[in-house]
């Protein structure tokens, strides 16, 4: 209702689509989910880390970048 709209974009190599759409329903995903071949959109992000967040405006302006979450200390192992 106020025009958000969520993209997630799968850049990893070693990530198959048929990965990502079982990672999707596994955790009930119902956002687009784009293949990122060659990590061209990463690359034009100058993404660091999985997963990252960046949060546009409509005028295509970042306005956040970052961690999705505190879960991703080094050494972290996230319980699934």
Do not use: C, W
Not at 36 to 62: I, N, Q, S
């Amino acid at each position: 209702s106020k025009g958000v709209q969520f993209v997630a974009v799968a850049s990893n190599v070693q990530d198959s689509a048929k990965d990502v759409s079982a990672f999707a329903r596994k955790f009930g995903l119902t956002f687009p989910i784009l293949m990122d071949e060659g990590a061209r959109l990463a690359d034009v992000f100058d993404a660091k880390r999985t997963p990252e967040v960046f949060v546009l405006d409509a005028a295509r302006t970042v306005r956040y970048r970052g961690p999705i979450d505190d879960q991703g200390r080094v050494g972290f192992v996230r319980l699934e």
